[in-house]
C-alpha cells in the first residue's frame, strides 16, 4: 500500500489527468520534428565552408531520398 508521501510523489509528477507512466510526444513523427526544427533553424549555417544552412541541407536529403 502507497504512503501518503508516495501519492503526493506521483500526484505532483502527473500533468492533469496524463499520469507520469504515458509518454508525452509534441510531434506525432519524426519526420514533423525535423521538419519543425528545420523551419525553425533554416538560416542557420552548418557547413561553414559550403555555405549550407539547415534548410539548405534538408533540402539536399530531401532530393537523395
Same mark, same amino acid.
Not at 505532483?12 to 509518454?23: D, L, S
Given at each position: 500500500m502507497k504512503t501518503d508521501l508516495e501519492k503526493q510523489i506521483y +500526484?505532483? +509528477?502527473?500533468?492533469?489527468?496524463? $499520469? &507520469?507512466? $504515458?509518454?508525452m510526444i509534441p510531434y &506525432? *513523427?519524426?519526420?514533423?520534428l525535423i521538419e519543425g526544427q528545420n523551419i525553425k533553424f533554416a538560416e542557420q549555417v552548418i557547413f $561553414?565552408?559550403? *555555405?549550407i544552412t539547415n534548410l539548405k541541407f534538408y533540402e539536399l536529403i530531401q532530393q537523395t531520398a
Open positions: +500526484q505532483a +509528477q502527473c500533468i492533469g489527468n496524463v $499520469e &507520469p507512466i $504515458e509518454y &506525432p *513523427s519524426m519526420r514533423s $561553414e565552408k559550403l *555555405s
